[in-house]
């Protein structure tokens, strides 16, 4: 038989748990990062399937509404060429754009993020080279 555990003149251990941050507490800032820039080299290789849009940098699936950072991040614009993607197996949570095909027809779909311009007239040339759809054009 086995005695049990007598815990004489010791302590009691004491579990640690993290401070919480108070309730009026500003939160610490949250830094924009720079955007990678679109490839020179870059041909897309179906332009229906790409769109240049006005817009911050995309951090997650949640949005606007619901994460910080998507809000700060959205506050500055640059144009990005965005790629829809193919090979989305539907499973895991990702940002969807709205896309318009060769039809008209338009269409929510997950992207890819290519990269970003350094300015409106070098997206509108990008576009223009390669018949591509821009938005947020004033």
């Known amino acids: 038989r086995r005695e049990p555990l007598r815990m004489e003149g010791k302590k009691k251990p004491v579990l640690k748990l993290k401070a919480r941050a108070k309730k009026n507490a500003t939160p610490a800032p949250i830094k924009v990062p720079a955007p990678a820039y679109v490839p020179e080299s870059y041909v897309p ?9 006005l817009s911050g940098p995309v951090h997650c699936a949640r949005g606007l509404m619901r994460c910080r950072k998507c809000q700060v991040f ?3 614009k640059h144009y990005f060429l965005y790629a829809v993607d193919e090979d989305y197996d ?7 754009l709205t896309f318009v095909d060769s039809y008209g ?3 929510h779909a997950p992207f890819n993020t290519i990269g970003a311009f350094k300015d409106e007239s070098e997206a509108q040339s990008f576009c223009q080279q390669h018949k591509i759809r821009i938005d947020g054009v004033k």
């Open 90 to 96: 539907g499973i895991s949570a990702r940002p969807i």
């Open 74 to 76: 959205s506050e500055s």
């Open 105 to 107: 027809k338009k269409f």
């Open 45 to 53: 290789k179906d332009p229906g399937s790409h769109l240049v849009q």
